[in-house]
């Protein structure tokens, strides 16, 4: 089954009634019987007879490759093979969609994985040897796999999102991918006008995707995780094939120099605002390197305790209704409007991390801007993390193709 939105359900599609193994053999012909008539001298004598029976044809037999029909395993082909006959063509059929598959040399194999818990009913033609056409049937029941045994893929960003030129294509497996390569080879990303790019795994459970350079304005980007039942290792398999499709818009690019307290941002390559800003103080020094803005908030809630300082600390804040907020780092880093600090903007740093700016200038940036916008930050000897938030561009492209499991 193949689903197009993120919030798909994680549907269990298990039944657990076993298969009735239907075998039909073909009938035989009847055999038939002459009388002689009696010879002339032999008047009177009664007639020899003599009978002629034809070759009963063997019936046609079906084989398969499972063994047990109430519990068939879903990553290995099915195969049918006919004795008595030759295989003429074989049908696959199910509630959930046909399972393809060709005739060679005798033997039908499947192209396509089958669906855990599921029937799937066979119909097989076979052309007998005394010539005449003959249809075996048989049926069978995939093994039931609980939820526990299936990995879900979730994807950033949404289907029919527009994004910015720094977004990644984000996999986030809910149980651990094992074989990551037999993943991978199923994973595709595919762009109009076309960019390479490749898979960097940051752990067993997340795959990020981008191009060599930022996605170029106005790209068309598709996905599409072709993983429904297939073995991810350790008794676990994908439970649905998923895909998408978002598109790259306006490049909008904003560069932070937390030592000169200024903030450009660039739309399209051209200059478009300059601002005064205070980024992090000594001891919560905002990280240099590329981020990528991950969230936006019209309004969002800012408490110390969610970066681990306790409300006795004399540097723990409690802020109800910070404006303008466009998070860039999973530990917290925000760009936002902080009136509370305009007389150091442009020229003290003085927060705990975040980039602090006027009112207008906040609700100028945030009305430009959308989840992949690109935020580079120079300046500070704090370095930004791979795994903090959408940190993919801090990887030169040679180093970012060594993350692939197929590299």
């Not at 039944?15 to 193994?21: S, V």
Request: glycine letters at 10%.
């Amino acid at each position: 089954m193949r689903s197009r939105a993120l919030g798909s359900t994680h549907a269990a599609r298990r039944r657990t009634a076993a298969a009735a193994t239907l075998l039909v053999l073909s009938g035989g012909l009847a055999a038939c019987s002459t009388p002689s008539n009696a010879g002339a001298g032999d008047a009177g004598s009664p007639g020899a007879s003599a009978a002629t029976d034809d070759p009963k044809p063997a019936p046609v037999r079906l084989t398969t490759s499972f063994a047990d029909s109430a519990a068939v395993p879903i990553d290995a082909p099915v195969t049918v093979t006919a004795s008595g006959g030759a295989l003429d063509a074989v049908r696959v059929t199910s509630a959930v969609g046909d399972v393809e598959g060709t005739v060679s040399d005798g033997t039908w194999t499947s192209s396509t994985r089958l669906e855990p818990g599921t029937d799937y009913s066979i119909t097989a033609t076979a052309t007998r040897d005394d010539g005449r056409s003959v249809e075996r049937t048989r049926s069978f029941h995939t093994v039931d796999l609980t939820l526990d045994e299936q990995t879900f893929p979730s994807i950033a960003p949404l289907d029919g999102e527009t994004v910015g030129v720094g977004m990644p294509v984000v996999v986030t497996f809910d149980l651990p991918v094992t074989d990551r390569a037999l993943f991978e080879k199923h994973m595709s990303v595919t762009s109009q006008p076309a960019q390479k790019g490749s898979w960097y795994w940051l752990s067993d459970r997340e795959a990020h995707y981008r191009p060599a350079r930022y996605w170029r304005s106005g790209t068309a980007v598709s996905v599409d995780l072709d993983i429904n039942s297939l073995p991810a290792g350790n008794g676990i398999y994908g439970q649905e094939s998923r895909s998408i499709d978002f598109t790259i818009g306006d490049s909008v690019v904003s560069r932070v120099d937390v030592s000169t307290h200024t903030m450009r941002t660039f739309v399209n390559g051209e200059l478009a605002r300059t601002m005064p800003i205070s980024a992090g103080k000594a001891g919560w020094e905002t990280r240099s390197g590329t981020k990528v803005i991950i969230e936006k908030f019209r309004r969002k809630r800012m408490n110390a305790a969610t970066i681990g300082v306790d409300e006795s600390d004399p540097e723990y804040y409690d802020l109800s209704n910070v404006q303008y907020a466009l998070r860039v780092t999973y530990s917290g880093e925000f760009l936002h409007a902080a009136p509370w600090s305009t007389g150091s903007q442009g020229s003290a740093n003085v927060s705990h991390g975040c980039v602090g700016m006027s009112l207008a200038d906040a609700q100028w940036l945030y009305d430009r801007t959308s989840r992949g916008d690109v935020v580079e930050v120079t300046g500070s000897a704090r370095q930004m993390t791979l795994e903090n938030g959408y940190g993919d561009w801090n990887l030169p492209p040679a180093e970012w193709k060594q993350g692939s499991a197929l590299s």
